[in-house]
Structure formats: C-alpha cells, structure tokens
C-alpha cells in the first residue's frame, strides 16, 4: 500500500529513544498515531559510533518511559552494543506503530491547521506532528579543511571507529568536546602519537568524595533543574558538554596527564596556509578554565555535603600534572608525521525540511519546553529542551509524558486505542 492519502491524529518523525519514548506516551493515552524512521531503530548508535564507545552518564540514568534499566550494573556504563539491546529491548516492550525506511522530506501547515508531509512513500496528512530526530544532524567541518594536502585522510567524529581505519602514522584530533577528547583519548591508548587542538569544552571529575559527580548533580536537582530556572537560560542550549568518560569503569579524562605521557596540544586552530596550521596562543588558558570548571563543580558538592550533613570521605583537590612550556603557534604537515584528522568539532541542526515559521534566525527551533507557537507542532530529544537530561535517555521520557498531555488536550483529538488503526499501521510497513 502507499503511503500518500493517509491521515494520522499524530505523526512522530524519528524512532530513536525520543520516538520510541513519545510512542509510549501516547499509547498509553489511547492516541492513534504512526512513528516514521528513515533508517531503522537504533541506527545513529549502530552506525555513528566508534568502536570503544559507551555511555558518559551511568547506567541507572537510563529511565525511558516504563522501562529503567534493569541489569546488574547500575553504577557502569553501557558500551555501545549495549545501548543497541537496551533500545531494541524498548522497541519490543512499546511494541510502537512504527515503519522504518521511510523518510519525511518536507513538513508544511495548510490553511485549514492540518499538517501535511511529504515522504519517500508519498503524501500523509496529521493534526499534530512531533519531530523527535535530536540534535546533531550535519557534521561541522571547517572551510581550511578544502586545503589540507590530498594525502591527509580526513574523517568526521561520526565516522570514526578505531585507530585501524586511519593510514599508519600521526593523527590530528580537532576539537576536545566529549567525542574529541575520547576519540584523542582510544588513539592515544592505541599507541598512536596523536596532536589535539583543544576546544572551550569544559570538563568533570568522574569520582569525588566518594561517589560519582553524576550521582551528586542527580541528589542535588541539578537534573531537574528547567532551562528558564538555569542561570545562563536559553544560552546553555549551545554550552559544550564536559569531557568525562565511562570507560574501564569510569574515570576523568586529564589532557594534561596525556600531555606529559606524550600527546601533543594546542591552542585554536585558526588557520591553514602554505601547509603550515596557524593556532592562538590560547592553549593554558583553555587547560585552565576546563579546570576550574570541574573545581566549581566540586565546590558545589562540598557545599551541598556541609549543608547537609552527609556523611562523605574528604578528598584532596585536583593538581595540575602538566603545563604547557610555550605554546606551539605553528605546525609544518610535511614535517609533522601527521597522516590523518579526525574533525570533533560538533554538528549543527537542520530542520529546513520543517518549512513551518518555528525558527529562529540561526535555525534552531523557538519553542517552550517542545511547544513551538504553530498549533500542534512539537519538539523532543533537543539538547536542553527543559532540562540538562532532555537530549539524553535520562530526561527525554519526562518531556515526552509532558506532550503528550499537550496532545490529548488539544481540541478535537480523540484516541481510538492503544495501536490505534492496526490494519493502517500493517498497510503502511507493507
């Protein structure tokens, strides 16, 4: 059957962990809909993953709609096939409307109010329609990367999967967000001689006093906290995320320890010229305000612990174990040994198949906790969205119940069950 002509209370486009969370939402109320995924169930993190991946945050973060994670290891951190069976597992338990290969190109509101969108299987029509597709959509790659030598492998962090894929020889990481730093991080650990341009991503302790600072900012509300109660509000949605990792069991990652075990930094890369990179001369400064972020974070945990009275084991603070003697401002490839560059300089958004007058001039969505100003158009899975877990499987089922109450209350919509249309449903993934 093809997919034009149909007409749906409720179109969810994306079937990562914020489809398949909103899915749930609205079964659970009885709302008729369809959740239509270009690809299939899990495919970013099947796909955009490198090999030695896992969770940053731990294991019992994972609370999607009815279904917290249940293993043995609630204080680990998933590694990537892990994820996958923790999302195919939801899959099954939501057991969702859902058709995968099918990719929405275009969505617009007619004068009526009903939404109308053109797919790779033809035309539907809704009344509300959520777009759950995340965040991070198009790699960044700077325009200086056009003039680096052909024979430099070039790779984006998506792309990346091990060491093994790259030429033999010295790589090149630009960018120390969470994925550049851990990707610099595996080459590194692989016996790789690897030169990182450092980025403004802050970072975090993986332990303090005892406990990991993740289960710290969680008792002290700084995951509940809504992004109009933040103090930097709407500002923190474009904040780099801190550099930690969950690997081996956790621990911080310290560039300055991989500095004195032989990695090479350096300051912002600002420019390519005649082979030579040019970067500011910015490096310590950068080492140092990604330290006294992770301090401010423990002084909050230090007045949190007087405040409260719990009972924690005291720890020394942080100590510097490197410091840049000069800052390298210039670096000839030919005579680098660098055979390869791994861009971790994050991704931006494109929602220009979205052609509904919801943007900002940047082209971000302008909502309020997923509710953009057209009636029945939402948001989900956004970094930030209301809270700091809303792009993560932490906070995401927490916005999905809070639209798909906005959903039931809107006027005329009616649920027909759970499965809603089930011959529909089959027709479509027919």
Same mark, same amino acid.
């Given at each position: ?56 945050? /731990?294991?019992?973060? *994972? ?13 680990? &951190? ?17 057991? /969702? ?44 790659? /700077? ?20 060491? @093994?894929?790259? +030429? ?38 993986? &332990? ?17 906290? +809504? ?26 990652? =310290? ?5 004195? @075990? ?18 500011? +001369? ?61 861009? *971790? ?11 509904? +007058? ?20 939402? &948001? ?12 993560? &499987? ?26 809603? =249309?089930? *011959? ?7």
């Amino acid at each position: 059957m093809e997919l034009s002509g149909g007409h749906w209370p409720v179109v969810v486009v994306g079937g990562g962990q914020a489809g398949l969370s909103m899915s749930r939402c609205l079964g659970r109320r009885g709302i008729d809909h369809v959740v239509l995924e270009r690809s299939e169930v899990a495919h970013s993190w099947k796909t955009y993953r490198w090999d030695t991946f896992c969770l940053v945050t /731990p294991n019992w973060q *994972c609370q999607l709609p009815d279904f917290p994670y249940a293993g043995d290891d609630p204080h680990g &951190f998933m590694v990537r096939d892990q994820i996958v069976d923790y999302l195919e597992a939801y899959r099954a338990f939501v057991d /969702p409307p859902i058709v995968e290969g099918v990719e929405v190109t275009r969505v617009t509101r007619d004068e009526r109010g009903t939404y109308r969108l053109a797919t790779s299987r033809g035309e539907l029509t809704a009344d509300q329609v959520v777009v759950a597709t995340g965040g991070y959509h198009t790699p960044i790659t /700077p325009p200086l990367s056009q003039a680096l030598p052909e024979e430099i492998t070039q790779v984006q962090s998506q792309d990346y999967r091990s060491g @093994a894929q790259l +030429p033999p020889g010295e790589v090149l990481v630009v960018g120390s967000g969470q994925s550049g730093a851990q990707i610099a991080e595996d080459l590194h650990l692989e016996g790789r001689k690897v030169h990182l341009v450092v980025g403004d991503a802050p970072r975090v302790a993986r &332990f303090y006093r005892g406990r990991d600072v993740t289960d710290w900012l969680a008792e002290m509300g700084y995951y509940d906290m +809504p992004v109009t109660e933040h103090p930097r509000r709407e500002a923190v949605r474009a904040q780099a995320n801190h550099y930690v990792t969950g690997r081996d069991g956790g621990r911080d990652i =310290d560039l300055r320890a991989h500095a004195a @075990a032989g990695m090479s930094l350096y300051g912002l890369l600002t420019d390519h010229r005649d082979g030579v990179l040019h970067f500011k +001369p910015d490096l310590t400064e950068r080492l140092d305000h990604a330290d006294e972020v992770s301090e401010s974070i423990k002084d909050t945990i230090d007045a949190y612990i007087a405040r409260s009275g719990v009972d924690a084991p005291v720890e020394e603070r942080y100590t510097p174990v490197w410091r840049p003697d000069g800052e390298t401002l210039e670096l000839r490839l030919a005579d680098s040994g660098i055979t390869a560059v791994v861009w *971790c300089i994050g991704f931006r958004q494109d929602f220009r198949w979205v052609d509904v +007058p919801v943007f900002t001039g940047r082209g971000a969505p302008a909502h309020s906790r997923g509710v953009t100003s057209s009636p029945g158009l939402y &948001f989900l899975g956004l970094p930030w969205l209301w809270t700091w877990g809303s792009g993560r &499987f932490s906070g995401v089922g927490r916005d999905a119940e809070y639209l798909a109450e906005r959903i039931r209350s809107q006027r005329g919509l009616t649920g027909t069950g759970p499965r809603g =249309d089930v *011959c529909n449903v089959l027709a479509l993934g027919s």
